[in-house]
């Protein structure tokens, strides 16, 4: 019955259509949008030095939205990734004279260890997450304020360390790739691998999940340990970059990040969402601030927009998980 | 007062996105009757029922109240004109009195503006005196049984003066007793010239209660039939449109070897004493009343819950089933009871429902084969009739059926050796259930040994070779289901002695 009367009754008009699109697929719409006021405005909004730029400075929110999206697709949250951001660009920092390899694999550890702690205790021991990660953001930037005994930590801008941060090939910067090669393989991953499914299935119903025979517990394990670990890479390019780390240097990036990929339209309920909107949201709010700059907007009302374009973002959610459920 | 209408629905025509829901319905109400609206799921009765009491706008059609033409715009509206609906799922507030749920947003006053609640329980016990129901109205709602909170509910649409009430489902969840003193409440409103639109798939009790019967099939009324005049066919044929000899369907197989055994199953406080088996191609029933343990003994065993002693045996080996993952890679499907909260990841597509089972073997190294899955559920949509637009829609905008099929087609793709289903053809219509039992008898024509958990003994009876009944935990009878009389199932399930028990199990049950 559905089937047959579908064509029938669906009228399909021009501005139906146009209000499906924006329903679903709204940022994209967005971020075209932004692009072409940002041309139009500005001489030097499209040149490739400027474009560059955009995409470094989303490149850092990027990769650790990236990690993110996978907690939020499986119905959590992670509040601690800004002060592992913090812990692990210290550590990065402090560590410079063990050698290259070694301070990197620590970080890497490190940050991976955090989101196992976050994902033991929200996967196998069934707490919230939530609250979580509010205590684990708590210690964790604890321990970066022990470790670096609040000081500002110098690291050698010369080291070989600072091709993270600075490097490029050809024209891009090394960031940039970091950021487009993690989004394409976890895109892979989500997309195409059992731990994906298990992720979208697990943020879909967690009950339904386990009486199909899906480990919930150990699938919410390894999302966490990833948000961790890509937490920790974004710690290794910032403080390549700037050759130096606060103590407090991450406070903060949690909301940005999670803005990121709310913006892009995983849904915060879990079982919806997209690697590929995740890195379309980080690449808003940073074409978004380099137009905010280009335009001599004063910070404090940058934020107070910033901040509407979240509220948004999460009425477009439920006004499209509307939409899908007619 | 019987002979006028009170309520006249005439053309009432609604579309939805895909869908036309209702086309020139005529529907009309006595006052004092009883008129239940039969028909299946997506056939449009809760469509109606919903333009009666303003949740939807209909496209068409005029509604003559007391012969007045009226405009429902919203339920408050409805509420207005003394049109009240019970739903499935109540709407209370359990933390809340008795009392004061019954005049929820309109409360008694007394002095200085404070709420007097004696006044308001005064009144409550009052309306629940005239229902003939002894409920305290101080008592909280969250400690009533689901019965009782439905008779606050039929109370406080009296408070409202509601001359017409809509029940959906209303005894989905009672017991056999709630129920009868349902009907009771219902002859007592019915006497008091209060007409009642009812809304069951429970045959058995439209033909008790109702005076007409309207059945509703793809947003027409096919018919209505006097209370008196009705059966059980007339009433199926109507609504399938065709007889109801192919209703139930039954294969004859020869079963193989015992695939699934279970011995002294026991767990604390829940169910004791459980031995049965299953054999390759059999289909055995588990019937009992509510509350009996039949579902919670089929939890247990796929990993759902706890056990707390006993030997299980698949294929002749002793198995310990810890979590649903051991019962998916011995082979063992489960469809849950409670399809929305374990059977389906409601927000998730079609596709993803289905192949979540089978993610191992569409697995290559370390990636799903996209083109396989898509094939895969593909073929399980066509060969079970789920209409879909396509495999992405998410379940959630399916029909119950379809649902229904969706939940069952992630298990066929395991091969499962043994499917235990809990309640299969709960809450969806007549037309998915006769393929859901064409689906059962496919599937023990390929020797999968089924384990059917039912509540419906039409259904268990007809369906199941051979038949183990419960009562408070405890198998009281063990039958063939052709040698077995329905009066020898509700004794057993009663928990009356049976002398006509037969023992098939041999060697397992003692």
Not at chain 2, 93 to 119: C, D, M, W, Y
Not at chain 2, 246 to 263: I, L, Q
Not at chain 2, 473 to 491: A, D, H, R
């Amino acid at each position: 019955m559905i089937q047959t009367t579908y064509q029938e009754t669906k009228k399909t008009t021009g501005l139906r259509i146009l209000m499906d699109i924006l329903k679903r697929h709204g940022i994209f719409v967005a971020l075209i949008a932004l692009f072409i006021v940002g041309s139009l405005i500005s001489d030097v909004f499209l040149s490739p030095r400027n474009i560059f730029n955009i995409l470094r400075q989303s490149s850092i929110v990027g990769i650790m939205a990236i990690g993110m999206t996978f907690v939020l697709i499986g119905g959590d949250i992670d509040l601690s990734v800004g002060s592992t951001l913090s812990l692990c660009m210290v550590l990065a920092i402090g560590l410079q004279q063990q050698g290259l390899a070694l301070s990197i694999l620590i970080v890497l550890i490190v940050g991976i260890l955090v989101g196992l702690l976050n994902g033991l205790l929200v996967g196998l021991f069934k707490a919230n997450a939530f609250i979580v990660t509010l205590g684990t953001m708590s210690i964790v930037q604890a321990i970066a304020l022990i470790y670096s005994k609040g000081y500002h930590m110098l690291g050698d801008p010369e080291s070989a360390f600072s091709i993270i941060g600075r490097g490029m090939i050809g024209p891009v910067p090394i960031p940039v790739i970091i950021f487009i090669a993690f989004s394409i393989v976890f895109h892979i991953i989500l997309n195409n691998s059992k731990f994906g499914y298990s992720v979208y299935a697990t943020g879909g119903n967690a009950k339904a999940a386990w009486a199909s025979g899906i480990h919930t517990g150990l699938t919410k394990l390894l999302a966490f340990a990833l948000t961790g670990f890509t937490a920790a890479v974004g710690a290794l390019v910032m403080s390549s970059r700037l050759a130096s780390a606060q103590p407090s240097a991450g406070q903060g990036y949690e909301l940005d990040v999670i803005a990121a990929v709310i913006l892009g339209g995983t849904s915060l309920l879990g079982g919806r969402g997209s690697i590929l909107r995740t890195v379309v949201g980080a690449l808003f709010f940073a074409v978004f601030s380099n137009l905010m700059i280009l335009l001599n907007v004063a910070y404090p009302f940058q934020l107070v927009i910033k901040g509407a374009i979240i509220i948004c973002a999460v009425w477009a959610d439920i006004i499209g998980r509307r939409a899908l459920q007619q | 007062m019987v002979g006028e209408y009170i309520l006249e629905m005439k053309g009432i025509s609604k579309a939805f996105p895909g869908v036309q829901a209702l086309k020139r319905v005529d529907f009309n109400l006595q006052r004092g009757e009883v008129h239940a609206l039969v028909g299946e799921n997506g056939a449009g009765k809760s469509t109606l029922v919903k333009i009666l009491s303003g949740v939807y706008k209909k496209d068409e059609g005029e509604i003559v109240l007391n012969g007045k033409k009226v405009d429902i715009g919203t339920p408050q509206i409805a509420r207005e004109l003394g049109i009240a609906t019970i739903y499935q799922e109540l709407a209370m507030v359990p933390q809340l009195s008795v009392a004061e749920n019954i005049f929820l947003g309109r409360p008694i006053f007394g002095k200085f503006h404070f709420i007097n609640r004696t006044a308001m329980e005064e009144k409550a016990k009052v309306l629940l005196e005239s229902l003939g129901v002894s409920i305290q109205p101080s008592k909280l709602v969250e400690d009533l049984s689901i019965g009782q909170r439905q008779l606050v509910e039929i109370a406080k649409a009296l408070s409202l003066d509601a001359k017409i009430i809509v029940m959906d489902e209303p005894t989905s969840s009672l017991s056999q007793t709630e129920t009868e003193y349902l009907f009771k409440v219902i002859d007592r409103l019915k006497s008091n010239g209060i007409s009642i639109v009812y809304i069951s798939h429970r045959f058995e009790e439209i033909l008790n209660v109702a005076d007409q019967i309207s059945v509703i099939r793809d947003g027409n009324n096919v018919g209505t039939l006097s209370g008196k005049s009705a059966t059980h066919e007339k009433i199926i044929e109507l609504m399938v449109g065709r007889r109801i000899e192919e209703f139930y369907v039954k294969v004859n197989v020869e079963y193989g070897e015992p695939v699934f055994c279970v011995e002294n199953l026991w767990r604390k406080g829940v169910f004791y004493d459980i031995n049965f088996e299953v054999r390759e191609g059999e289909i055995l029933g588990i019937t009992g009343l509510v509350g009996a343990g039949k579902s919670e003994v089929v939890r247990s065993i796929f990993g759902l819950d706890p056990l707390d002693g006993g030997k299980v045996l698949f294929n002749n080996k002793e198995i310990f089933i810890k979590s649903p993952i051991n019962a998916r890679h011995l082979g063992i499907g489960f469809l849950p009871e409670t399809r929305k909260e374990e059977g389906l990841m409601l927000p998730l597509s079609v596709r993803r429902n289905i192949s979540i089972t089978i993610l191992d073997s569409l697995c290559k190294w370390g990636l799903i084969n996209s083109l396989n899955e898509v094939q895969l559920v593909e073929d399980y949509v066509k060969t079970l009739k789920i209409k879909t637009p396509t495999i992405e829609e998410i379940t959630v905008n399916l029909s119950g059926g379809n649902q229904q099929k969706v939940a069952i087609a992630k298990w066929l793709g395991i091969m499962p050796k043994l499917l235990i289903l809990d309640e299969p053809t709960k809450g969806i219509d007549v037309g998915a259930k006769s393929e859901i039992y064409a689906l059962i008898s496919e599937l023990v024509k390929n020797k999968v040994g089924v384990v059917l958990v039912s509540s419906d003994l039409d259904e268990v009876m007809a369906i199941s070779d051979r038949l183990i009944v419960m009562h408070e935990g405890v198998i009281t009878g063990y039958f063939k289901t052709k040698e077995v009389s329905k009066i020898n199932v509700l004794s057993a399930a009663t928990g009356f002695n049976n002398p006509q028990t037969t023992n098939f199990s041999g060697t397992v049950a003692r």
